[in-house]
């Protein structure tokens, strides 16, 4: 497939607002991404993460984000940042929020976002607003589930706002080992095919850990690799079933305290 094509089919996909992208799980910021699923079900701890990813496996199309998580008094302050899109046509994601950490086993959020998206063939842009609410439980020793409730507000503003579409998002990861657990998602958006993924999560040792498993709606497989240094982990993902085959994305994560 030519370049020319490519750009073609990438401005197609880039007038489809975020939602797309996020249904689909490409974006670094959807819940069931490989960056999600190696994370910790319940960290209290605050970092700064850096990300950069290919959606569909196009160049051109490029998500970039920033995220910082600071300890504050009984929880955290979030906010998020992203990019995506082609050079001259892309789309901003900002988010502020607020994660209150009820003991060692329950963290609860709330975040408002916007996104900021081009107007077709002019300078301007139109605002989105939205709001995701997440909980993070760890029900056992042995189990921890995820519950993100995300745009909510969307479904009776009658398709005003049409990049925020609502999403239920649930995460289940289960210890079968000290240092394997078995991960299952289920992500739901109002108009949209579930997607689901499972998957299980190897800690090799203190410095290695990976996870990897298949996916439905589309169909495919993901993975992903963590190298950590002291503070500071590296982290590779990779992930199919898009039309375009591989989506490969890379990320750093510095944790503050």
Not at 46 to 69: R, T, W
Not at 131 to 136: A, H, Q, R
Not at 153 to 173: C, D, H, P
Not at 205 to 222: E, K, M, N, R, Y
Request: proline share 4%.
């Amino acid at each position: 497939m030519n370049s020319f094509l490519f750009r073609s089919i990438a401005i197609c996909f880039f007038l489809v607002p975020h939602c797309l992208w996020a249904q689909t799980g490409t974006a670094s910021s959807h819940p069931l991404h490989p960056l999600q699923l190696l994370a910790e079900s319940n960290n209290h701890q605050g970092y700064i993460k850096l990300a950069y990813s290919s959606p569909y496996g196009i160049k051109s199309i490029q998500d970039f984000s920033i995220d910082m998580s600071l300890a504050v008094a009984h929880g955290l302050l979030l906010t998020e940042t992203q990019r995506i899109g082609i050079k001259g046509y892309a789309q901003y994601h900002f988010g502020l929020g607020y994660a209150l950490s009820i003991g060692d086993d329950i963290e609860t959020a709330l975040i408002l976002n916007a996104d900021l998206l081009p107007v077709y063939l002019s300078n301007k842009f139109r605002l989105s607003p939205g709001s995701s609410f997440y909980s993070k439980f760890r029900v056992s020793e042995n189990f921890g589930l995820n519950i993100f409730i995300n745009n909510w507000t969307s479904l009776w503003l009658n398709g005003r706002f049409e990049s925020q579409k609502a999403n239920l998002s649930v995460i289940a990861r289960l210890k079968t080992h000290e240092r394997i657990d078995i991960i299952s998602g289920l992500s739901y958006t109002n108009g949209f095919i579930p997607l689901i993924r499972a998957g299980v999560k190897i800690i090799a040792d203190d410095s290695h850990t990976i996870v990897a498993g298949l996916q439905t709606g589309p169909s495919g497989f993901w993975f992903g690799y963590i190298f950590s240094m002291r503070r500071l982990d590296f982290i590779l993902t990779i992930q199919t079933g898009g039309v375009f085959g591989y989506e490969p994305g890379s990320s750093m994560k510095y944790m503050l305290n």
